[in-house]
Structures are given as C-alpha cells and as structure tokens.
C-alpha cells in the first residue's frame, strides 16, 4: 500500500477509536462505532494517496464522483492532524507576470518581483491588483479559460472607458432580475497595474495542496509587497482555492511588518485546509485585509461553506456546484468567471445578491432585504452571508447586458492563458 494511503488507514482507524471515547464511557457504546462504519476494507483499498489525486484527474471525473472523493480525502485527513505543512516551494520557481498597460507581460519570479515591479514606470499609479492562482492552468482547460477571463477582464478594466451598455436581452426570466438602467448612467474611469502570482503552477496534485505551508507562502508575498514603490492601501489581492488562504496570510504577515491592512482581499472558492494546526489558527479571515469578500461555488467540492470573509456570497446557495459545472474543478473556477465578469467595464452590477442563510430563504423571499452587488464593486462595508442567482452559461449575471466580449488580442499574443 501507498505510504500515504498507509497513514489514512491509521489516522482512519485512530479516529474512530477517538469517536467511541467522544460517544460515550461506557463499555457497550465505546465498542458500537467500528472501522468498518466509516469505510469497509475495499473502500479503504480504494482509497487514492493524495499526489495520485492531480487537478487533471478530477477535472475528468464526473461532478459527483469527484465531490464524494474530495469529501472522503478531507474527511480522513482531519483525523488526528496527520498531515505536516511543509511544502513551500522556492520564490525562485514561483512565476510572476506583470501586465503591462498594452496587454504585454513582463515575466519574473516571486524572489524578484517587486525589483522588477519598481522598474516599470507606471506600476502602482493608481490601484494595484495582485492575482494569486491557486490551481495549474497548464493541466486544466477549466482552469486556464477561467485565468484567461480575469486577465482579459482586467486588461479592458485598465484600458477602456467604462460606458453603458447599449444591449440588454429582456427576456422574461432575466428582465425580472435587472435593475433600473439610470444605475449605469455614470461611467467611471479606472486605471490600475496587474500582477499574477501563478502559485497554481506549483499546485498539481491533492498533495501539494493540502501539505502546502500557507503561512509561510503568505508571508514571503507579503515581504515583497512591502519593497512595492507604490501606496499601499490602493492594493487589492485575488486569490483563488488554496491560495486564498495564502492571501489571508499574506494580509496578517504585512500588518505585522508594517502596522497597517491591505486595502482588499477577493476570494475565489477559497479551499478547505486539509491540513491544520490545531493549536494555530491560520488561512484566510476576516481582519486579514481592511475588506475580505468571498465567491463560494463549490462548497461541499474543492471549496469551503465556511464563512472566512466579512462578506462571503454563495451563488445558488451552498453547494457542490453552481449551475452549468459538470466537474468539481469547472465549479470551482466558475468564481473566478463570475468575478471576472464583474471587472469587465458596464457589468459591476451584473451580481445582485440579497443577505440570506439559505438558498431555500432566499428563494422564498425574493426580492426582500438590501440588494448588494457580488464581484469587483461589492460595498466594502457588507458583513454577512449573501444569496444570488446566476445563470448556466455566459454571461453569468442575471442582469448581465446580453453583448458579446472582445478578447484583448496583445494580451493573448503574449498570454500564458492562450491555449483555449
């Protein structure tokens, strides 16, 4: 047997002689709760070691067969805390890009990333996005389609005036989720830089995820943001799966270090922790950046229901799906092409979300409460959980204007997201 899938078994078996003293002293319900209760033997066979378990591999398993899989690998891997954090892979080999304003990238590493940042001449004018990948785009269409929206997204976000859009399908189911079109009447101006921090290349297997060391990731982002010859509160972080709480330790390691917040930090599908110390707690919270908001789409998968943000929004509730995601790595990318659609100029509304604990209340009372916007123009005094509805196929947004995209095409000449 595997070593990995050796250490399960153990943990497995410990657990549940764990579980009987919780149930009860007595001899009869100390004995009522067997091994064999929580998995028979060829279950435990069955059972794959986690670097056997590659982001590739559940991208071509069916939504339910790679949700029960997830469900069962974290399950066990709480058992007793057998999993160490001691992967961290070297800033050497962390590939970063920086955009530049004509779609062009400037390719380094993280060790090098604020010297190389400093030397463009108009890194950090005005707002700075830091985009931190949690998954491989080079082993996932999933994931590389949905990397190559944001980037696109931002890319037009960056370079062209926001104005209103002009098309609108009014079709029945979607006219009724639309609000008043004077809410576009003000077009804005943005501008900013962009940064990927392609940590997800370094992510391809269930292993380096749930051995990765966030805290120690975060912090070495974090000393590299400090260097930035920018202001520091116009910094926002976008951080997807596992990396999300990378992000969050980032947040904590650079108030450390200098006494103040980031600006923002976005979740996208933030990852349960496989692996914790139960004496520290560490990943993504809220207090972690001045505002922390989160895109939860495959809850009960890849992802977490677990409130980490101040406000954390759940399209189609908590689940381990959202509509039109066959697998559990598309759901869970589907945060990163929501938000995305959100950056793209005239759709920062296309999300309207009320506050609700479920999506059975929410449907219930439809309509009722706040409206509040989930995506890149989400009020930054939002606290709760928020409900919303989204749409099988693109555009995602239930008021979303029914016009096609333009792909920046400098930015794919150059893109490491080209592929599809």
């Known amino acids: ?23 009860s002293s007595s001899p009869s319900s100390s004995s009522s709760m067997k091994p064999s209760q929580w998995l028979s033997h060829s279950q435990l066979q069955k059972i794959p070691a986690l670097d056997e378990v590659s982001i590739k591999k559940l991208e071509n398993m069916p939504l339910e067969e790679g949700a029960k899989l997830l469900k069962t690998v974290y399950h066990v891997s709480q058992i007793n805390s057998p999993l160490p954090k001691n992967y961290s892979p070297k800033p050497s080999s962390v590939p970063v890009y920086i955009v530049k304003s004509n779609g062009q990238k400037e390719s380094t590493t993280l060790d090098k990333f604020a010297q190389t940042a400093n030397q463009e001449s108009n890194f950090g004018k005005q707002e700075v996005t830091i985009f931190i990948t949690g998954l491989p785009s080079s082993s996932s269409e999933s994931v590389e389609k949905a990397n190559r929206e944001l980037v696109e997204a931002y890319m037009e976000r960056y370079n062209v005036q926001r104005q209103k859009p002009r098309s609108y399908d009014y079709s029945s189911e979607k006219n009724s989720e639309r609000d008043s079109s004077s809410e576009w009447e003000t077009p804005k101006q943005a501008s900013g830089s962009l940064v990927i921090i392609d940590l ?20 070495k982002i974090a000393r590299e943001i400090t260097k930035l010859d920018c202001r520091k509160d116009i910094i926002h972080i976008v951080a997807q799966s596992t990396a999300a709480h990378v992000a969050g330790e980032c947040g904590k390691e650079f108030k450390r270090l200098t006494g103040n917040k980031l600006n923002r930090i976005t979740a996208l599908d933030p990852a349960k922790l496989a692996s914790q110390d139960p004496e520290t707690l560490n990943g993504l919270a809220r207090g972690d950046a001045i505002f922390v908001d989160a895109i939860h789409t495959s809850a009960h998968a890849m992802g977490t229901p677990n409130r980490v943000a101040n406000a954390d929004f759940y399209p189609n509730g908590p689940s381990e799906s959202v ?27 296309n999300f309207p979300a009320v506050e609700s604990n479920s999506f059975e209340s929410y449907k219930s009372k439809k309509g009722y409460g706040k409206r509040v916007y989930m995506g890149i123009d989400c009020d930054e005094d939002l606290e709760g959980d928020y409900i919303l509805e989204v749409d099988s196929s693109k555009p995602f947004g239930k008021r979303a204007p029914a016009h096609n995209f333009k792909s920046s095409e400098s930015w794919k000449i150059s893109s490491p997201y080209s592929r599809v």
């Open 200 to 219: 997800g290349e370094k992510l391809h297997n269930l292993k380096e995820h749930a051995m990765l060391d966030v805290s120690e990731v975060g912090a």
């Open 323 to 349: 509509p039109g995601a066959n697998n559990v790595v598309e759901a869970c990318m589907r945060a990163t092409r929501y938000f995305a659609e959100s950056v793209r100029p005239g759709n920062e509304r």
């Open 1 to 23: 047997m595997n070593p990995l899938k050796a250490l399960f078994v153990v943990a497995l078996l410990a657990g549940a002689v764990c579980g009987n003293r919780h149930q």
